[in-house]
Antibody
Framework: EVQLVESGGGLVQPGGSLRLSCSAS????????MHWVRQAPGEGLEWVSL????????DYADSMKGRFTISRDNAKNSVYLQMNSLRTEDTALYYC?????????????WGRGTLVIVSS | DIQMTQSPSSLSASVGDRVTITCRAS??????LNWYQQKLGKAPKLLIY???SLQSGVPSRFSGGGSGTDFTLTITSLQPEDFATYYC?????????FGQGTKVEIK
C-alpha cells in the first residue's frame, strides 16, 4: 500500500525539542522529494520544509530556519524533522508529504499527521 | 514570499449547485498552481495541478483555470461528499505558500 506514516509527536515544553519521523512504503522513496507541512488547530496549511530526493536541496520556511532540520535516510525509506527551540506557535499537526515526479512540484501523497503540542 | 488570497473564505451551497472558488497570487505564477481538498479530520488531497490538470481519480465535476495571478476552482453539480475546505497553493517558488482556505458548507 502506498502510504506515509508519521510518528514522534507529543507534548513538549517551550524551548524543548522533538524529532518527527515519517516512514514511506509502496513507492520508490529515493526518487521523490519530500516535505513537511503543518496545520495549527483550526487553521490553514503552512509549508515547513523540503528535502530533495538525494538530500542535495533543503529549504525551510523563514520562521523555522535555524530551529528545524530536515533529513532523510533512503535506505530506511524515511524522512525526519528535528525541531529545536520549540515555541507555543509551533503547536500543530505535522504532515509528511510526497512531491510528484521531478518537475511537477505538487503534493500527491500525504500522511495522516502527527500532533505536536508545545505548552508549559 | 508570494501571498495567496482565496475568496470567499466560506460559502453555503446546495447539492447540485455550481460552485466557483477564486485564488489570487500577489505576483505572477504562470500556471504553477495546485488545488487541494481537505475533509474534516483528514489529510488534504490533491485535486488539480498546474492550474487546470485533473489529478488521477478525481471526478470530472472538478475543474481549474487561470494563469498569471488569477485562478479558479469550479465544482459543477456539487455532491454531498464535496463539502470540505479547499486550498490553493503556488509552486512557482519557495516557500510553497497556501491560500487561507475556502470552506464549502451545506445550505
Amino acid at each position: 500500500e502506498v502510504q506515509l506514516v508519521e510518528s514522534g509527536g507529543g507534548l513538549v515544553q517551550p524551548g524543548g525539542s522533538l524529532r518527527l519521523s515519517c516512514s514511506a512504503s509502496g513507492f520508490t522513496f529515493d526518487e521523490y522529494a519530500m516535505h513537511w507541512v503543518r496545520q495549527a488547530p483550526g487553521e490553514g496549511l503552512e509549508w515547513v520544509s523540503l528535502i530533495s530526493w538525494n538530500g542535495g536541496t533543503i529549504d525551510y520556511a523563514d520562521s523555522m530556519k535555524g530551529r528545524f532540520t530536515i533529513s532523510r535516510d533512503n535506505a530506511k525509506n524515511s524522512v525526519y524533522l528535528q525541531m529545536n527551540s520549540l515555541r507555543t506557535e509551533d503547536t500543530a499537526l505535522y504532515y509528511c508529504v510526497k512531491e510528484g515526479v521531478t518537475g511537477t512540484r505538487y503534493f500527491d501523497l500525504w500522511g495522516r499527521g502527527t500532533l505536536v503540542i508545545v505548552s508549559s | 514570499d508570494i501571498q495567496m488570497t482565496q475568496s470567499p473564505s466560506s460559502l453555503s451551497a446546495s447539492v447540485g449547485d455550481r460552485v466557483t472558488i477564486t485564488c489570487r497570487a500577489s505576483q505572477s505564477i504562470s500556471t504553477y498552481l495546485n488545488w487541494y481538498q481537505q475533509k474534516l479530520g483528514k489529510a488534504p488531497k490533491l485535486l488539480i495541478y498546474s492550474a487546470s490538470s485533473l489529478q488521477s481519480g478525481v471526478p470530472s465535476r472538478f475543474s481549474g483555470g487561470g494563469s498569471g495571478t488569477d485562478f479558479t476552482l469550479t465544482i459543477t453539480s456539487l455532491q454531498p461528499e464535496d463539502f470540505a475546505t479547499y486550498y490553493c497553493q503556488q509552486n512557482y517558488n519557495a516557500p510553497r505558500t497556501f491560500g487561507q482556505g475556502t470552506k464549502v458548507e451545506i445550505k
